[in-house]
């Protein structure tokens, strides 16, 4: 059975970091996209970043909004995903969530909830001014 667990959420201040992981089970992920988005409230889910691996190459992707201030990286000898938030803002305030796209063609990355097929359960971050 798939599971992803996310962790690392929390209250930070505006301009603090967080770094948030995702601990996925059941089969091996290594040649998957792994992702993070996240949802607002009242807000649909949004993408954030994505990351693949094939061989020696790493390709990854970030919404534009969080391109310099979020990393995304893997460890996949521990099925582990992270992402690095730096410079955080109040309206980064959100669920955050961990999620996998086994379809992706090369080291293509796609940004569509849509594409991914697994999902955790989020964790919330909360930026406060």
């Known amino acids: 059975q798939v599971q992803l667990v996310e962790s690392g959420g929390g209250l930070v201040q505006t301009g603090g970091s967080l770094r948030l992981s995702c601990a996925a089970s059941?089969?091996?992920?290594?040649?998957?996209?792994m992702g993070w988005f996240r949802q607002a409230p009242g807000k649909e889910r949004e993408f954030v970043a994505a990351i693949r691996r094939s061989g020696i190459i790493t390709a990854t992707g970030y919404a534009d909004s969080f391109e310099g201030r979020f990393t995304i990286s893997r460890d996949d000898t521990k099925n582990a995903v992270y992402l690095q938030m730096n410079s955080l803002k109040p309206e980064d305030t959100a669920v955050y969530y961990c999620?996998?796209?086994?379809?992706?063609?090369?080291?293509?990355?796609?940004?569509?909830?849509?594409?991914?097929?697994?999902w955790g359960q989020g964790t919330q971050v909360t930026v406060s001014s």
């Open positions: 999620a996998v796209d086994r379809s992706a063609v090369g080291l293509s990355i796609r940004r569509r909830v849509e594409n991914y097929d697994y």
């Open positions: 059941g089969r091996t992920f290594s040649s998957y996209v």
